[in-house]
């Protein structure tokens, strides 16, 4: 059995974070700042290059947070 898999990087398998050539300071995008939440930083493109899918989980986070605030606030004001 040949296998061929040719790893020229030495850091091809690390978190892609931790890759020198990540980022360089330059903006990433909502999809990439999820994919790197959701993989560990293993992945940065996971969610593909639209954005709604990033779009999504930043309002589901926001109404989530909302949802809370105003059930605490709810159930305060009963006791």
Not at 10 to 30: A, C, M, Q, S, Y
């Amino acid at each position: 059995m040949k296998a061929d898999f040719d790893y020229p990087k030495k850091d091809l398998i690390g978190p892609v974070v931790f890759r020198p050539d990540f980022n360089n300071f330059e903006t990433i995008n909502v999809n990439q700042a999820w994919s790197l939440f959701f993989t560990a930083g293993q992945d940065d493109k996971r969610l593909g290059q639209e954005t709604e899918f990033g779009r999504f989980f930043t309002n589901l986070l926001i109404a989530t947070g909302v949802t809370g605030i105003m059930w605490a606030i709810y159930f305060s004001q009963l006791g």
